[in-house]
């Protein structure tokens, strides 16, 4: 098979590390790739928005499958406009349709199918800036902290978590009245603040049948001791260790199920991956929210520790043939930690050299923000590289990661010391 990827993250790097490892797979494109994809596979420069191009590449290089890392082209449409083409409907397309995708591409829709599904989640009501007066009434009958979330794509930025009312309302009016986010923020859904421990649930579904893959748990907070900003993601574990077999029970019965069935029943077809952020509050999982792609740096911790062929898993997704496939799963743990540029999630400079990433043996370096340059790499992005290492604990799989990133260094490196530290 020829495979094409969409993508140019850490995301798109493990996918392009695991897929080149599938006797299935003869030709691997990505586009636009990174100097990782680039170690594996052929980089193509293409948008991932653009489907016209794609659509030209895919025919000219006889792609019978395309793989989609990031939420926008989902979000946009791309697995429809593929179905509508006479050329293209053939070619499996890894990722929902643009129905579907709306549970990532508006907070609101998403919220509205967990209700109607009766799936548990935070309590919430959507406001937008005709509705702004009845949204500051609605914050003063909360508690705090407040949760504000642009319904829209904001690029992983657009939840903010405030302690005081006055802030609140302030941010409230800079999403909705001064477009803080954008469009994203047009409208904003409030919500109660739900107290526990997060993780992730990935699952892979051909819209009959689901896999469970492992779980995974994901530190977004720039500084230690999750403190400052939001970012895309600052490290991750793989399995998630309070996640045993009787809370996972919970997890399929009172979400995956119910997610799978309600997509059936409102004819949202949907073949790709499902990404639910969970809440552990007590001993119940609640939904925070959906994505409807694999996240980042999750896939670095999740795809190392599948034996499975991931192609035969994709081929099996296209043909709707998921529940003849048993996941093989390594049993070790894994970690990443994400090395990103100094500054980031704020301004920060780019085409900084890193230098010893061919002196790492015992931890796997997945590119992300990085790009060849005459025949050096250098950083091109905030989250410039994840460092994975497994172990028999999470606890040694970090210390691994830890060590390897002894033997690294660009200008103004900065990455979390303490990945790991609330389990």
């Given at each position: 098979?020829?495979i ?9 790097h493990?996918?392009a590390?695991?897929i080149?490892q599938?006797p299935?797979?003869n030709?691997?494109f990505?586009?636009?790739g990174n ?7 052929e980089?193509v420069?293409?948008s991932?928005?653009h ?5 030209t590449f895919?025919?000219?290089?006889k792609i019978?499958?395309?793989?989609v890392g990031?939420?926008?082209p989902?979000?946009?449409g791309?697995h429809?406009y593929?179905l509508?083409?006479e050329?293209l ?7 929902p ?5 709306t ?8 919220k ?14 959507s ?34 978590i405030?302690d005081?009312?006055?802030?609140a ?7 909705l ?11 904003v859904?409030i919500?109660e603040?739900?107290?526990?421990i997060?993780?992730s649930c990935?699952v892979?579904?051909?819209?009959n049948n689901y896999k ?9 907070r ?5 403190t400052g900003?939001?970012?895309?993601g600052?490290g ?10 009787a809370f996972?029970?919970?997890i399929e019965?009172?979400?995956v199920?119910?997610?799978i069935k ?5 004819n949202?077809p949907?073949k790709?991956?499902l ?7 007590g001993d ?7 994505n ?8 670095e ?8 062929d991931?192609?035969?898993l994709?081929?099996?997704v296209?043909e709707?043939?998921l529940?003849?496939?048993t996941?093989d ?5 894994a970690a990443?930690v994400?090395?990103v540029s100094?500054?980031?999630?704020e301004?920060y400079e780019?085409?900084k ?11 796997i ?7 060849l ?5 250098v ?5 410039v590289?994840a ?7 999470y606890?040694?799989?970090i ?13 103004k490196?900065?990455?979390?010391k303490d ?5």
């Amino acid at each position: 098979m020829n495979i094409l990827i969409l993508g140019s993250g850490g995301r798109e790097h493990a996918f392009a590390w695991k897929i080149a490892q599938s006797p299935l797979c003869n030709n691997l494109f990505v586009a636009p790739g990174n100097s990782g994809t680039a170690t594996v596979a052929e980089n193509v420069n293409l948008s991932v928005t653009h489907f016209s191009d794609i659509k030209t590449f895919v025919l000219d290089k006889k792609i019978t499958m395309v793989i989609v890392g990031p939420e926008d082209p989902l979000v946009q449409g791309i697995h429809d406009y593929f179905l509508n083409d006479e050329a293209l409907k053939n070619i499996a397309i890894i990722g929902p349709q643009k129905a579907a995708a709306t549970l990532e591409g508006s907070k609101a829709f998403a919220k509205a199918f967990l209700h109607k599904h009766n799936i548990p989640t935070a309590a919430y009501q959507s406001f937008n800036k005709d509705t702004i007066a009845e949204a500051y009434v609605f914050l003063e009958h909360l508690n705090p902290p407040y949760v504000l979330k642009a319904d829209g794509l904001a690029a992983g930025k657009g939840v903010v978590i405030l302690d005081n009312l006055h802030d609140a309302k302030t941010e409230l009016k800079a999403m909705l009245l001064n477009s803080k986010f954008g469009t994203a923020s047009d409208t904003v859904v409030i919500e109660e603040f739900l107290d526990g421990i997060e993780l992730s649930c990935f699952v892979l579904t051909d819209g009959n049948n689901y896999k469970i893959l492992p779980t995974a748990k994901d530190y977004k907070r720039i500084g230690e001791g999750d403190t400052g900003l939001n970012t895309g993601g600052m490290g991750a574990i793989s399995p998630v260790p309070f996640a045993d077999d009787a809370f996972m029970s919970k997890i399929e019965q009172q979400i995956v199920a119910p997610t799978i069935k309600g997509l059936q029943n409102d004819n949202l077809p949907y073949k790709g991956f499902l990404f639910i952020g969970l809440i552990k509050v007590g001993d119940q999982p609640k939904v925070i929210e959906y994505n409807v792609r694999m996240g980042d740096p999750e896939t670095e911790v999740v795809l190392p520790r599948l034996n499975t062929d991931l192609v035969q898993l994709f081929k099996a997704v296209a043909e709707q043939k998921l529940d003849t496939i048993t996941l093989d799963i390594d049993k070790r743990a894994a970690a990443t930690v994400m090395l990103v540029s100094g500054g980031y999630p704020e301004a920060y400079e780019k085409e900084k050299e890193i230098v010893g990433i061919e002196t790492i043996s015992k931890s796997i370096v997945f590119h992300a923000g990085a790009k060849l340059q005459n025949t050096k790499v250098v950083t091109s992005g905030g989250r410039v590289m994840a460092i994975t290492s497994y172990g028999d604990t999470y606890q040694d799989a970090i210390k691994k990661s830890y060590q390897s990133i002894e033997k690294l260094k660009f200008d103004k490196m900065y990455y979390r010391k303490d990945i790991g530290f609330d389990l």
